[in-house]
Each structure stands twice: as structure tokens, then as C-alpha cells.
């Protein structure tokens, strides 16, 4: 039986996918259709690796407002794209196969978090100073790339900048296949882990009690995070705050923090937020304004709402 | 049987166990009484494999704890802290019911049911299993742990200051269920004390830590007399017996 209040997320989630295929259909209906479609299959995908991404990280940190992005995440990946471009130049950046970029992009992604996250793990060292290094090593990766991104000239500063912005209009449907195939396998797993990720819940002392091994499986869902974050900021650039949100709109509906409800319910939250405000932008608004500010604003008033709750509890 | 052999732990320069050995023979409850610092805590959580152990050799039922897979462990052997933080919205069957957690990772069972319901009634909580964790006060919440590590079916328990919270009502009622378990089902308990009192009442042993070494081992008869507590807690209490158990004037 599914639940009452997923299914209605789930209906709306449908309907805001059918509103951004069908609303406002003229000329060529294949062709205008296959694009949307593309659009669409990206908008889905980011939003369901952000909000699993984000359930996930903030269960293993047991921290409500934290997610992958604040902990720095993303900045290590641009800061790699900046890299990349001052080494290669704009054209030879521009020349990359962009499946190759980005699986190599991913797997180093996965090996940095790894290669920064383990040493600490294995000595036991609690969360709060890790993510006081994540902070840190963030604010550090995005200082480099504005370092280089003023090293640059001016032509590859520009392609550089197309990849550091959150853009949902312009998705890159070069790699939707690849980044397809990583959230399906990140999702599959997730799902699969889902009581394994209720025990979590509980802290080290409880889940080690009841029979799980904390050091590694905290590390594979770190691993899974990074590759998850990895596939959203390649497809649409960097949202800080857009995970924080659903997460939070999601609890609030399903009222529950089991894995089995939450990860469902916040995946179709997050297509509803993003597909649903994609078609209000394009369609009512006229494009006047950018979808990736808003829900960055809302997401920011999100985050300040939880900590001044958590502040007053 | 829990056997630990010359067991020792530091916290950097500090140390906190010299040399522990100490064989825990399967039923009863057995009591851990000592001052703060003693060490009785860092033990608890040394034989459930929360820490890792440094020197020595821990074995329960021949299994032992640092090199037997965790989720073999998890059927043997159950643990409460006294810091076991609940932060999840959940509900009390949901959380009595991560104890089924090693057996079935997850997916409950009838039978798995059958003994959620049955760990809800013996810790009295059937009338709040609907309730979430946060709207409970904390004895409420206290209790509905030790349900959880009830409910994980280990022939061992081990709790740390289960007492915390709870009044004098509901603390007897915890001991009474934890006699009952150890007489009716064959478990053996062994627990974190400081209401000397209630170790005198309902355990079958004592076992007194000072300092990071044990310093008495015996019945409550044979261990709660002014002199043996005067050597464990450095003050002087006297000890009046009332229907054969001895009752401790600690509070005088």
C-alpha cells in the first residue's frame, strides 16, 4: 500500500511533467516535443540526486541543515572545471570529449571526498570537525578558482563561467545518457539501503549495536553523495540551497524520517519545485526571470527558518 | 559467558581500565557500581565493541568481540548507552522495531511483530506506540529504548544507567522486567548502577570499579557492608538489613 500523501506528491509531480510538455505546443510538435523531453529527462534527474544526495548526507551527519553543496562539495568540482581550462585553454577545454570529462570528473570527485573524508573516519573523529574542514576546504576551492578565473583571458574566463552558474534553461543534454545511467545505479543502491539508513539515524553507538559496521558503510554513502552531487552540478551548475529545501518541504509532508517514505517523497518535491516553477517561468512569466534565483531565495529563507527552530528548541 | 582477560584502555596519556579481568557467567543480572570515572561506562561500551579494544582479550559465548563480524555480534549481544540520542521523528513501534534490525536488516517478519508487541507490553509502553519519540518525557523515552534493545532478542544485555529519568515507580517497574527477563527468558543482564539500592534489591552480583580497576565482586550480602562501600565510595554509609536485603543509608 502506498501512502496516502506520497501518492498525492506523485500526482503532482505527474502534472507538473505533463504542464511542461504540453503547455504552449505550436510548429513542429515531434521536434518541439523531442526537445522538451530532453529538457525534462534533465530537470528529473537533477532534482532526484539532489534530494536523495541530500536525505542521505544529512543522515549520515545527523545535521538538518547541512548539505552536500555547503559542505563544499560542488566548489571542489568547479574549481576542477577552472582547471581544466587554465590548462587547456578555452578551445582545448571546449575540445574535451564531454562523457570522458565528466566520468573522469566523477570518479575524481569520488576519490577526493574519499582521499579527504577517510583519514578522518578511521580515527574515529567526530562529524562536527569534519564538516568544519568541509567548510573550510570550500571556501578554499572556490578562492582557487576565482584566483585562476582572473588568470585566465577573457574568451575561456567565458566558457569557464557558463559551467559556474546554476542554469535550468540550458541544461547539457550532451551527457544526460551517462548521468542517466549514475543516478539510476545511485538510486537503486539508495533504495536498497533504506532501513540501512533509518539504523544510521539512531548514531554510531546505536547502529554499531545493532549490527552495523560504521566506518565503511558511512563511507560508501559519502561515495555515493559525491557521485549523486557530481551528476547534478555537471548537468545544471552549482544550487546551494535547493536540496535544504525540498528536504525540508518533504519532511514536512510526509511527516516521518524513514528512509522508505522520505527519499520518495523528497525526489518528487524536487521534481515538483523544478518542473512545476520551470513551466510557471517559461510559460507564465515569459522568462522575465531565472528560476535558479528564486529557488535559491526560497532555499536561503528555508535554511534561516530551520536554524532559528533549531536555535529556539 | 562474557570473558574479559587483562583488558586495559587509554585515552591518550590517560588511563582509563589497569588490567581488567572479569568472567560473566550466562543468567542473572549482574551490577556495575562504582564512583564516577571509574571506568564502568568505558567497560559497557568495550564489550559491545563501541570502542575498539587496545590490549586484552574480550569473548562472549567464545565469539571474540573484535574479530567476529558485527552483524553476528548484533544477534549475541545488545547495548543501551546512557547517551543514546533520538533526534529522528519517529514513532515508539517504529524505534522498539530497528531492535528486529540484525535478523531481518529491515524487512519485519509476523514474528518480528509478534515480539515488538511483546517488548511494548513488557516495558509498558503498548498505549504509547503510536506516539512520536519528541512528544515523550524523558523517562517515557528511556524506557522505549531499553524496549528496542529487548526487542533485538540477544541472549546478552548490556545498559548503561538505565535508571537515568525515571522515578521511583518506573524505576522499579524497569528492574522488575529486567528480573523477570534474566529469570523467565534466560538472559543475562549486566548493568550500570548508581542507585546502590536497587543493585541490592534485584541483582544476583555486584561488581564495584574504582579508579579504573575492580575493587570487590560478590553477592549484595556479601559485598554492601560499611566497610567494602567505604573502600568503593571513600564516605562512610551504614547498612541496616530489612526482610534479608540489605539496604544502604547513603543519603544520611
Not at chain 1, 507538473?16 to 526537445?35: D, H, K, Q, S
Not at chain 2, 542507585?195 to 553477592?219: E, F, L, P, Y
Not at chain 2, 554492601?224 to 526482610?243: G, H, K, N
Request: charged share 15%; net charge positive; aromatic share 6%.
Amino acid at each position: 500500500m502506498v501512502d496516502r500523501r506520497l501518492a498525492c506528491l506523485g500526482v503532482a509531480a505527474l502534472l507538473c511533467i505533463l504542464a511542461y510538455m504540453t503547455i504552449g505546443l505550436r510548429g513542429n510538435i515531434g521536434f518541439v516535443l523531442a526537445l522538451r523531453a530532453t529538457k525534462l529527462a534533465a530537470l528529473i534527474q537533477v532534482s532526484v540526486s539532489i534530494a536523495i544526495s541530500t536525505v542521505i548526507f544529512q543522515t549520515v551527519t545527523n545535521n538538518r541543515i547541512l548539505t552536500p553543496s555547503i559542505m563544499g562539495l560542488d566548489a571542489l568540482y568547479l574549481f576542477g572545471q577552472m582547471l581544466l581550462v587554465f590548462l587547456l585553454g578555452g578551445l582545448g577545454y571546449a575540445a574535451l570529449d564531454p562523457q570522458l570529462k565528466f566520468s573522469g570528473e566523477v570518479l575524481l570527485l569520488m576519490a577526493l571526498a574519499a582521499g579527504l573524508l577517510l583519514p578522518m573516519l578511521k580515527h574515529r573523529i567526530d562529524m562536527g570537525l569534519m564538516l568544519l574542514a568541509g567548510i573550510i576546504l570550500g571556501v578554499l576551492f572556490r578562492s582557487l578558482q576565482s584566483l585562476l578565473a582572473r588568470l585566465v583571458d577573457p574568451n575561456d574566463f567565458a566558457v569557464a563561467q557558463g559551467a559556474s552558474f546554476a542554469n535550468f534553461n540550458d541544461v547539457r543534454t550532451d551527457l544526460l545518457i551517462f548521468a542517466a545511467v549514475l543516478t539510476v545505479v545511485g538510486v537503486v543502491i539508495a533504495w536498497r539501503a533504506r532501513h540501512v539508513l533509518d539504523i544510521l539515524a539512531l548514531g554510531a553507538d546505536s547502529a554499531t549495536g545493532l549490527g552495523v559496521t560504521w566506518s565503511r558503510t558511512v563511507t560508501g554513502f559519502l561515495l555515493l553523495v559525491a557521485a549523486l552531487v557530481a551528476v547534478s552540478t555537471a548537468l545544471v551548475g552549482p544550487v546551494a540551497f535547493f536540496g535544504l529545501l525540498v528536504v525540508a518541504v518533504a519532511e514536512r509532508i510526509v511527516d516521518t524520517r524513514r528512509h522508505a517514505m522520505m527519499m520518495p517523497a523528497a525526489a518528487l518535491t524536487a521534481i515538483v519545485i523544478l518542473v512545476g516553477g520551470q513551466t510557471l517561468f517559461q510559460h507564465g512569466l515569459g522568462n522575465s526571470s531565472t528560476l535558479g534565483v528564486v529557488i535559491e531565495f526560497a532555499g536561503g529563507l528555508a535554511f534561516l527558518v530551520l536554524l532559528f527552530l533549531g536555535s529556539r528548541k | 559467558m562474557i570473558r574479559i582477560e587483562n583488558v586495559s584502555l587509554k585515552h591518550g596519556a590517560a588511563s582509563i581500565l589497569y588490567d581488567i579481568s572479569l568472567d560473566i557467567p550466562k543468567g542473572g543480572i549482574t551490577a556495575l557500581i562504582g564512583p564516577n570515572g571509574a571506568g564502568k561506562s568505558s567497560l559497557l561500551s568495550l564489550i559491545a565493541r563501541l570502542q575498539p579494544l587496545q590490549s586484552g582479550k574480550i569473548s562472549i559465548d567464545g565469539f571474540p568481540v573484535d574479530k567476529t563480524p558485527n552483524r553476528d555480534l548484533a544477534k549475541i549481544i545488545a547495548i543501551l548507552r546512557q547517551d543514546s540520542i533520538v533526534t529522528s521523528r519517529l514513532r515508539v513501534r517504529e524505534l522498539v522495531g530497528f531492535g528486529r534490525f540484525p535478523h531481518g536488516r529491515g524487512r519485519l517478519t509476523s514474528e518480528d511483530h509478534a515480539v515488538i508487541g511483546q517488548s511494548l507490553q513488557q516495558f509498558d509502553l503498548t498505549d504509547l506506540a503510536d506516539r512520536f519519540l519528541e512528544t515523550l518525557s524523558g523517562g517515557q523515552r528511556q524506557r522505549a529504548l531499553v524496549a528496542m534493545a529487548f526487542a533485538q532478542g540477544t541472549d546478552y544485555l548490556l545498559l548503561d544507567e538505565p535508571l537515568n529519568n525515571l522515578d521511583m515507580y518506573f524505576s522499579r517497574e524497569l528492574m522488575r522486567s529486567l528480573r523477570a527477563i534474566a529469570d523467565d527468558a534466560g538472559k543475562t543482564v549486566v548493568i550500570v548502577l548508581h542507585d546502590i539500592n536497587q543493585a541490592a534489591a534485584h541483582a544476583d552480583r555486584i561488581v564495584a570499579m574504582k579508579a579504573g580497576r575492580i575493587i570487590a565482586d560478590g553477592t549484595p550480602a556479601e559485598l554492601l557492608t560499611s566497610e567494602t562501600l567505604q573502600r568503593i565510595f571513600s564516605f562512610d554509609m551504614p547498612v541496616i538489613t530489612i526482610d534479608g536485603t540489605p539496604v544502604v543509608m547513603h543519603f544520611r
